[in-house]
């Protein structure tokens, strides 16, 4: 037995040994979790598994880190692992195939000043700055149900951008603006 069918077994048998009423025919443990991206910046486009059975891949995490760079100084960070969970729950909930539009991940805290100085809607101590935010719209969708699916997840702060045809989902403390 390989280390994935292993790790895939002794979840499944936790989940069992936690919840014996369940039992494995109605489990609903996903077996993968997927992201699809579009960069609006750069025209990069992104389709990867970035968990499967119980296992975060790193490969698909350097694929989503790399996308989501600053694309103004091609700066790479480790994003939050948790807001990639995020995206993944509020697709699912909004039952989505299409890529998340991207329009900012990370920020490098050079380019997090530099945008602060033309514009008051940029915090000083942006979670962007921390790979805990990102700013995007979802083809399909109408941007006010982004925003409504969002805020019911209650995983961190949202903020709707009509204007600006965006919504900020962060890891931060629950809110909205």
Same mark, same amino acid.
């Given at each position: ?20 009423? +369940? ?10 979790? $997927? ?19 119980? &296992?975060?891949?790193?490969?698909? +995490?350097?694929?989503?880190?790399? +996308? ?7 700066? &790479? ?9 995020? +995206? ?19 920020? $490098? ?12 809607? &940029?915090?000083?101590? $942006? ?24 805020? =019911?997840?209650?995983?961190? =702060? ?13 890891? =931060? ?5």
């Amino acid at each position: 037995m390989d280390r994935r069918n292993f790790l895939k077994m002794a979840g499944m048998v936790s989940a069992v040994s936690l919840f014996p009423n +369940l039992g494995l025919a109605n489990t609903t443990f996903p077996y993968k979790k $997927s992201l699809s991206f579009y960069n609006t910046h750069t025209g990069e486009k992104l389709d990867t598994t970035f968990w499967a059975e119980g &296992v975060y891949i790193p490969e698909g +995490l350097a694929e989503i880190n790399y +996308l989501l760079r600053d694309h103004r100084n091609n700066a &790479v960070t480790e994003m939050d692992i948790e807001l990639f969970d995020l +995206l993944h729950s509020l697709r699912t909930k909004l039952d989505s195939r299409e890529p998340f539009h991207v329009i900012s991940g990370y920020r $490098s805290p050079e380019t997090n000043a530099k945008l602060r100085s033309n514009s008051t809607g &940029v915090a000083k101590k $942006s979670l962007h700055m921390e790979g805990k935010a990102i700013d995007i719209n979802l083809p399909g969708r109408n941007l006010s149900d982004l925003r409504k699916v969002a805020m =019911g997840l209650a995983q961190g =702060g949202v903020g709707y951008y009509p204007a600006s045809n965006f919504v900020h989902v962060d890891r =931060g403390r629950v809110r909205s603006w």
